[in-house]
């Protein structure tokens, strides 16, 4: 058990719908990353909020959004959803903002997203 | 920009059998280079790391990985593998301006045969 969790753990919706995704992190870590994995694309980073401020963005559709609250738990927010969305979400989270020098990352379990 | 390439999808060996799984990555300076596990319907779990100093680097679960700048290679070994061992692997970059963010490649699916 990583300390991080999801939910929801699975969520099946249809076209066009909204979905939010929550995260709550370990204690003490101030980094939380979003993660999507789909089997023709891996694991495409997405968005890093740290201490509830925006950090990084990688390859996140302007459908998509995220934000961190000042309790540092994050929501990740799908709207106008399309078949292609269907994917596997992770979270993740770190006590700094450089994990990329750090490399310790701590996943949930993730949110299976199935978009019929 | 940086990134990642594990080129292979699948492999499959024997149960304690060695292991070596592929990773070469893209990136101008000094490398942040990882290895990460994911356990079927679980997260990723980091297996070892490397920043610099000595290029074999141990890691959990009998593991380890070598870093070869000139081959910009940092590949993945295990002398004896277990049939738990089976998942799928990650190799990953620390990357972005502020070394914020880790870009991960495309994961090997390893197989263990009994």
């Known amino acids: 058990d990583s300390g991080v969790t999801q939910t929801p753990k699975h969520l099946i919706t249809a076209t066009g719908q909204r979905v939010t995704l929550r995260c709550s992190p370990r204690s003490g870590d101030l980094s939380v990353y979003w993660y999507q994995q789909s089997l023709d694309q891996g694991l495409q980073f997405l968005i890093q909020y740290y201490n509830g401020e925006e950090r990084a963005k990688g390859n996140i559709l302007e459908r998509f959004s995220a934000q961190q609250f000042p309790d540092l738990h994050s929501e990740l927010n799908l709207s106008s959803l399309e078949l292609g969305d269907s994917a596997l979400y992770f979270c993740?989270?770190?006590?700094?903002?450089?994990?990329?020098?750090?490399?310790?990352?701590?996943f949930g379990e993730g949110s299976r997203l199935t978009v019929l | 920009a940086q990134s990642v390439t594990q080129p292979d999808i699948h492999i499959t060996v024997s149960e304690g059998a060695s292991l070596e799984l592929r990773c070469n990555y893209s990136y101008g300076a000094t490398p942040y280079l990882f290895w990460y596990v994911q356990s079927p319907g679980q997260g990723l779990q980091l297996l070892l790391k490397y920043f610099s100093g000595d290029t074999l680097v141990q890691g959990i679960k009998g593991f380890e990985a070598e870093f070869k700048r000139s081959q910009s290679s940092f590949n993945l070994r295990k002398p004896s593998v277990h049939w738990s061992d089976a998942a799928e692997y990650f190799c990953?970059?620390?990357?972005?301006?502020?070394?914020?963010?880790?870009?991960f490649g495309s994961g090997t699916r390893l197989s263990i045969r009994p």
């Open positions: 993740a989270t770190a006590a700094g903002s450089r994990t990329g020098r750090t490399g310790e990352l701590f």
């Open positions: 990953a970059v620390g990357a972005g301006s502020s070394a914020s963010k880790i870009i």
